[in-house]
């Protein structure tokens, strides 16, 4: 997951400065963002508007996959597929929603976040999705 776009999703976004976090992951992604693979979306950029202190990149400043109609459309098969898998339980909505961003922009996902896996796990969901530090690892 190092040469294709990958989409960082709030999950990951907010362990980035995270002490605990792997250094050899840390400069993996920051390598990642300085080449410019590394990209925002809308629900990330409402996330971190909201006062909180950011990790060292603003998001902004990313490149930004902008949601499409035929991701809108992917997020509700998706979440059909999962209802029908009987896994969608507590998945947020807008998790559906990044995931169909994702893949209509040909992108991974970086997460922090097991619906993500269940994501990729229950659906035809057409990206990998990478989480940043081994679930639970991380505060």
């Given at each position: 997951m190092s040469s294709t776009l990958v989409l960082l999703v709030a999950s990951a976004f907010w362990?980035?400065?995270?002490?605990?976090?792997?250094?050899?992951?840390?400069?993996?992604v920051?390598?990642?963002?300085?080449?410019?693979?590394?990209?925002?979306?809308?629900?990330?950029l409402l996330e971190t508007r909201a006062g909180r202190d950011l990790?060292?990149?603003?998001?902004?400043?990313?490149?930004?996959l902008w949601i499409t109609e035929r991701a809108e459309r992917r997020a509700t098969e998706i979440q059909q597929q999962l209802r029908t898998a009987h896994q969608h339980l507590g998945v947020p909505p807008l998790d559906y929603l990044i995931a169909a961003i994702a893949e209509d922009h040909g992108a991974s996902i970086l997460h922090y976040d097991a619906d993500f896996e269940?994501?990729?796990?229950?659906?035809?969901?057409a990206v990998p999705a990478d989480?940043?530090?081994p679930l639970g690892s991380l505060p």
């Open positions: 362990r980035l400065g995270s002490p605990q976090l792997d250094p050899g992951r840390r400069r993996q920051t390598d990642w963002i300085a080449r410019g693979i590394v990209a925002a979306s809308t629900p990330l990790p060292p990149v603003d998001p902004g400043e990313l490149p930004c269940r994501l990729t796990a229950h659906t035809d969901l989480a940043l530090a």
